[in-house]
């Protein structure tokens, strides 16, 4: 939808809010269906609310105003440790790109489908939360709660879609009363939490010296040179450039503000959000440099309004309409992955970022001059717009059944983001080596051609969902009994994205999904609780007559403390065991779309083998926990869990040969398991103290591993990967570096020494294990069929979270730690490995074997040519992930009543946050979770909060 009918939809919105808070107006009405009373604290558990102490599945649940305590421009930054089951992974923070990846109770599944959880805002497929969607557009002043749904009792509605989890994130709404006015603002500036190291051309040059003596090959770098490199008295004829410093600034401005109103009576309640973020990035501002360049800057504009209206006694009206408008623009590319993988490669001394007449410094060795790329290579502008729509309708049927309700609705979701590509190139000159009469290196034939600005349209990413839902909704009590009951049958039609497709080109074929739900709830005299829950869902994906799955799930819990033995006792205020067991589904399992369907090329040859049987992935999920608030401080929620995953797509390669002729089909065998534990853990000083403290911990643990991955017999048992985790990187095994002597005996007793076929090794080179060769045992070669489990994969296993704070007197101080374990990161690339494709080269190698050193070394023998041998994937290079940081922290001051009511303000509160402030890690040389790319940024605000009524 065209931004001016976005903006027209808001003022609607917005007028129809305003009108009806002063509207004169009254209407004998009644709130939408409530099934519990007010006091009771409700969670969302999928279609609908549940009163806590009678929910029998397993979830977790953090408020908006929880998350609002940092800033971050991505809804999924927010969750760091927040939510137990939850595995939230950063990567790199550049504005408007940053999209963590989001797991529930880990993976359980392999790598061709979806494993992240289905996200729901407000009823309705949110579009994933990668960059654009509606999820990680939204902010957290507009979230109520967001709650993940872990179990089979809780996911069942969702049928073949809820076998990863699912995440459901409510907005706000407004509450009766007179107008609420909360503003809010937070200015600050971010800046690189840990950059890369890279050592000095003098440096470069003496080592890169010693790596072609190891090779056999001449050195290039006098001794005069190294020197000058070193001096900095001609930095046309030795150039000493650190790439990080010429392209980034120490620090880059953000700001927010924020804008609520909330209010209404018993016939119409509303709640309206404005929202602006900015963050302008790392980047200098090259476009003040260049007309045709563009300063790095990211905006955001929210808007929200949440309208509830009761237009007679029995019929209610729900109207949601919310979106973002968001800006970025950038030098040269729309993501900064290209300029930083040039700079991470630059040798500090491969040339200036000008020569001395002015010109562009370059080499033919290099794709380009980080610098003249954003400054004369014009700018990337991109545009992204989303928009969620719902209109409700409520009719109590009392008048039929009393305890009946119906409800219906119908949902517009979208998403797009669009770009403006405006391209030139450039001229730069490489030294010829000789020098003119100053001194200077004289310069080559240009490398590369100056053009004019010219400019491209292009659509990055789309979505669009249409859904309409209808249900019947009943609740009663019968004296002991209480019965709640749920139908609700819906369609929705999924468009999803088509990444760079110029000239808003077609999008793909609608993902369509039909399907029904139901959840029925039985409680008796408040202590024995049973939940049956089900979905029954249809996808275009399969074949007619295997299109729809069926998906039951059940539970039951009993709240022991509602017993006589226990309903008297003084610390044990609320306990409650449950347990459920149920089968979900995942239908986004990758492969070929529509794989029921034969393919021909162009020329009628046959593609690969259709597969007529193609299913969904399915789970058996159990669950066992307890719920409990022991000393009416400390509240404990424990659950453990078993998944077992089967009908996943697997290669059929080792059941149908080779000499079939044809591509066969991925076929619906694969199997995994997982396991794990999860506890909850608050602790609340009482109420009446001045004193007020908190501290909420988390604590998740899951392990998987394959059951049956479809792989063909492997003669080496360690490159079998069922029985293995899940992701589980397989690698040669390290066993040392060669030694002048083995290098020696190796001659004389080829084979003893297994190395590489036609690889060269040297004194100082890895020495890997022989494991087994082709025929199962050890040849005295090293290749593929020697590589075994190495180190653990990228997802950790174990994730805590701690969230604790105090307020004492108008201050308040709030901090989240997260802490992982259980993970890998692999140590690659140009930031590793030294001098490799010409590349620079990093503290990391001053450790680097040489016969003086050659019994402390913790880096192989430098080599200026591409080492076939040190570089393999190997057990060297793994490390340690584990980390523990502080995710944010804030220290607030809220002033007293009687100075608020003499400037005519509810409440005023001022506050400093800091958001990634801390690293206590393995890894020396980087972030374990983003290790090169855009860094990982800490930011510092100063903000405040007003309220009026």
Do not use: C
Request: hydrophobic content about 35%.
């Amino acid at each position: 939808m065209k931004l001016k009918y976005q903006r027209r939809l808001f003022l609607i919105s917005v007028f129809l809010s305003v009108f009806f808070e002063f509207s004169s107006a009254q209407v004998t009405t009644v709130d939408s269906i409530k099934t519990r009373d007010k006091t009771e604290e409700l969670k969302n558990i999928g279609y609908g609310t549940q009163a806590s102490k009678f929910i029998t599945g397993s979830v977790s649940v953090v408020k908006g105003a929880t998350i609002e305590q940092n800033f971050n421009t991505n809804l999924g930054n927010t969750l760091y440790g927040r939510l137990a089951g939850l595995t939230v992974s950063q990567g790199n923070s550049e504005p408007g790109v940053a999209s963590p990846g989001l797991l529930s109770r880990g993976r359980n599944n392999f790598n061709t489908g979806a494993s992240s959880p289905l996200i729901i805002v407000d009823g309705f497929v949110g579009g994933g939360s990668g960059i654009g969607s509606i999820f990680s557009s939204l902010v957290p002043e507009e979230i109520e709660s967001i709650t993940l749904l872990k179990d089979a009792v809780t996911t069942a509605v969702y049928g073949g879609r809820g076998a990863n989890g699912v995440l459901v994130v409510t907005t706000k709404r407004g509450n009766a009363g007179g107008l609420k006015i909360d503003f809010s603002t937070k200015q600050g500036f971010s800046q690189a939490a840990q950059l890369p190291e890279f050592l000095d051309a003098g440096d470069y040059a003496f080592l890169n010296n010693e790596a072609r003596r190891n090779d056999g090959l001449a050195e290039l770098y006098s001794e005069a040179a190294i020197n000058g490199y070193r001096s900095g008295e001609n930095k046309y004829l030795y150039p000493n450039v650190n790439w990080y410093d010429e392209v980034l600034r120490k620090s880059a401005p953000v700001s927010s503000y924020n804008l609520n109103l909330t209010g209404g009576d018993n016939n119409v309640k509303y709640f309206v959000l404005l929202n602006a973020v900015s963050n302008a990035g790392l980047f200098k501002n090259f476009g003040d440099l260049d007309p045709e360049s563009s300063n790095s800057k990211y905006n955001r504009y929210n808007f929200r309004t949440n309208i509830d209206i009761n237009l007679s006694k029995r019929l209610a009206i729900v109207f949601n309409i919310g979106g973002s408008v968001e800006n970025k623009v950038n030098p040269w590319e729309y993501t900064t992955a290209n300029t930083f993988n040039l700079i991470q490669s630059l040798p500090a001394n491969a040339f200036p970022v000008r020569n001395s007449n002015g010109s562009f410094g370059g080499s033919s060795l290099y794709s380009g001059n980080p610098v003249a790329n954003l400054l004369a290579t014009g700018y990337d502008q991109s545009n992204g717009r989303t928009l969620q729509t719902s209109l409700r309708a409520i009719q109590q049927l009392d008048m039929i059944v009393k305890g009946l309700s119906a409800s219906g609705v119908v949902s517009i979701n979208n998403y797009v983001v669009a770009g403006s590509e405006k391209n030139k190139t450039y001229e730069r000159f490489p030294s010829l080596g000789s020098l003119d009469s100053k001194g200077n290196p004289n310069l080559g034939l240009a490398l590369g051609t100056r053009t004019s600005l010219s400019a491209a349209e292009i659509t990055r990413n789309q979505y669009r969902n249409f859904e309409v839902q209808g249900s019947l909704n009943y609740a009663r009590v019968f004296g002991n009994h209480s019965v709640a009951a749920m139908v609700m049958i819906n369609t929705d039609n999924e468009v999803r994205d088509i990444s760079n497709t110029p000239n808003n080109g077609a999008l793909s074929d609608p993902y369509r999904h039909n399907g029904s739900a139901t959840r029925l709830t039985y409680v008796y005299n408040n202590k024995y609780i049973a939940e049956f829950s089900a979905g029954y869902m249809g996808t275009d994906n399969f074949a007619p007559g295997l299109r729809y799955g069926f998906f039951p799930a059940g539970s039951v819990g009993w709240i022991l403390s509602n017993e006589n033995f226990l309903k008297n006792n003084a610390s044990i205020g609320f306990l409650k065991i449950r347990a459920s067991y149920g089968l979900t589904g995942n239908d986004n399992i990758g492969g070929n779309r529509y794989p029921y369907v034969q393919e021909y090329s162009f020329n009628g040859i046959e593609g690969t083998i259709a597969n007529p049987i193609a299913t969904w992935e399915k789970e058996k999920n159990l669950n066992l926990g307890f719920d409990a608030t022991v000393f009416k401080m400390l509240d404990i929620n424990f659950d453990i869990f078993k998944r077992d995953r089967f009908d996943q797509l697997v290669s059929s390669a080792a059941i149908v040969p080779n000499y079939v002729g044809a591509t066969a089909s991925l076929l619906n065998l694969g199997k995994t398991s997982s396991q794990g534990l999860e506890v909850s853990l608050r602790l609340n000083s009482k109420p009446n103290k001045k004193f007020k403290y908190y501290a909420e911990t988390n604590f998740s643990y899951f392990k998987n591993k394959n059951i049956y991955s479809g792989q063909i017999a492997q003669l080496n048992s360690g490159l079998t990967n069922d029985g293995q985790l899940i992701g589980q990187p397989l690698r040669l095994r390290a066993i040392g570096f060669f030694t002048a002597e083995e290098i020696a005996d190796s001659k004389i007793n080829p084979g003893k020494y297994p190395t590489r076929p036609g690889v060269a090794v040297q004194a100082g080179d890895l020495k890997y294990e022989d494991i087994g060769g082709s025929l199962g045992f050890k040849d005295g070669i090293i290749d593929e069929n020697d590589r075994v489990p190495v180190g653990k994969p990228g997802t950790p296993n174990v994730t805590l979270g701690l969230n604790t704070g105090f307020q004492f007197k108008g201050f308040d101080l709030n901090m989240v730690f997260q802490a992982v374990t259980g993970n890998s990161v692999y140590l690659t690339g140009s930031l590793f490995q030294a001098f490799q494709n010409n590349g620079s080269i990093t503290p990391i190698a001053l450790g680097r074997w040489t016969p003086e050193t050659a019994a402390s070394a913790t880096y192989p023998r430098l080599s200026s040519v591409n080492n076939l041998n040190n570089f393999e994937g190997s057990s060297f290079w793994d490390r340690d992930a584990s980390f523990i940081k502080m995710r944010s922290a804030e220290f607030g001051y809220t002033l007293p009543d009687k100075i608020s009511n003499k400037v005519k303000l509810a409440s005023a509160r001022f506050f400093v946050t800091g958001t990634n402030l801390f690293s206590l890690d393995r890894i020396e040389y980087g972030d374990p979770e983003s290790l090169g790319g855009y860094p990982v940024m800490r930011t510092f605000v100063i903000g405040t909060k007003i309220q009026l009524r």
